[in-house]
């Protein structure tokens, strides 16, 4: 931000000129490619003594100027074989579901074409509002900042894959725009309104846990303190058992019940006698070793204070667990009874629960996958404080 305050008006206008030629130049580059590619037809058509026919829904056939609306767009990123919709993992694919209902509910009969910068303008003061209305500790822009990363990933995709020329155009506007709301390269940092929970903080979550009789979420609250991984990571998460997820692969023994399975989340026996917590995290799994002994002060403290010693620890099954049903949480649950644990402490409900993953540089907290920025965000139907 200090960087835009530096420039002058004429420098920001020569700046914003800058990227809608790039846009524009896309834009002409794209219809170039689908033109040559047309005419190279025709001619091998008419050299064989053939004639072009359009097949309807094919290549974008179906597709006419102008006439893609905001919710056509959807439902294709969302049935479309090629779609990287069907990529997500299970929760990820919740959440977007759930950012694509209310992008339908505000602007989806709009046609691509009649989109503009103050209609995304418009689009996003308006979910700041509803956000805030809904009084969940935050000012409504979490749940915004998700809805355009939502859009974004809608533009980019209808743009790369339908190649249709209004997403190009309107992801390279979206782009300069980001910019104006303050979401440049919008990563790894505490929602919107608050900050990363310190260290006393955290201190102060895990005496009021152990209070409560819920050791199992003082300890979850060390881990999200010393170690550079997402909540999902250290609780895990349920999905319906009939579900496919690419989680399931970094997960040797998923704890199935009744129509539910648990993947995803610390076992013990990711901890090996020297201390070292092997575990696949982050967005894309990326394996990854952390010796607790060495950066985990906090951790360290909860288990030897529980079990004595490293070789004191149980030898298999879920780390992080309800205290009085041995069951993993819910990521629901998770956040109802650590908001429960945090206030009872004192603690501000702007604070994030997470501090190692945005703090430490490591291979865990520095890998993302920003091909959708939704991806750890969740929506307004989840206590937002708590996460």
């Known amino acids: 931000m200090s960087d835009e305050k530096a420039l002058t008006r004429r420098e920001v206008l020569v700046r914003q000129k800058a990227r809608l030629l790039e846009g524009v130049a896309a834009k002409v580059a794209v219809i170039d490619s689908e033109i040559a590619e047309i005419d190279q037809l025709a001619a091998l058509a008419s050299k064989h003594g053939y004639s072009l026919t359009p097949v309807p829904g094919a290549a974008g056939g179906d597709i006419q100027p102008g006439s893609l609306t905001i919710e056509a767009l959807i439902e294709r990123y969302r049935t479309a074989p090629d779609s990287p919709f069907h990529t997500k993992k299970f929760y990820s694919r919740q959440n977007a579901n759930s950012l694509c209902n209310i992008i339908i509910g505000d602007i989806g009969s709009k046609p691509l074409a009649d989109i503009d910068s103050q209609e995304i303008l418009r689009f996003y003061e308006n979910a700041i509002s509803r956000g805030a209305a809904k009084g969940r500790g935050g000012d409504g822009k979490a749940i915004a900042e998700a809805l355009v990363g939502q859009l974004r990933t809608l533009f980019n995709y ?18 300069d725009l980001r910019e104006q709301m303050g979401l440049k390269g919008v990563r790894l940092k505490p929602k919107s309104g608050g900050r990363l929970i310190t260290a006393e903080e955290a201190i102060a979550i895990r005496r009021k846990a152990h209070m409560m009789d819920w050791p199992s979420m003082a300890l979850a609250q060390a881990f999200l303190f010393d170690a550079p991984f997402l909540v999902r990571d250290v609780i895990g998460e349920w999905m319906p058992a009939h579900e496919s997820d690419q989680s399931e692969a970094a997960t040797s023994k998923p704890i199935i019940s009744e129509n539910q399975k648990w993947i995803r989340g610390f076992r013990w026996e990711d901890i090996s006698p020297d201390g070292i917590l092997r575990h696949s995290a982050g967005r894309v799994l990326k394996p990854v070793d952390f ?11 909860e288990l030897i204070g529980r079990y004595g010693s490293i070789a004191g620890l149980p030898s298999e099954g879920p780390i992080i667990v309800i205290d009085k049903t041995g069951v993993p949480y819910s990521g629901n649950l998770f956040r109802e009874h650590w908001l429960r ?22 291979s865990a907290a520095s890998d993302s996958d920003d091909t959708d920025e939704s991806e750890e965000t969740w929506s307004g139907e989840l206590p937002k404080a708590a996460e």
């Open 158 to 175: 209808g743009g790369k894959v339908l190649q249709d020329r209004e997403c190009v155009s309107l992801s390279f506007l979206l782009r």
């Open 291 to 301: 010796d607790l002994r060495k950066n985990a002060r906090m951790v360290m403290e």
């Open 341 to 362: 644990v945090a206030r009872a402490a004192n603690v501000p409900d702007s604070v994030s629960n997470r501090h190692g993953y945005a703090t430490k540089n490591t």
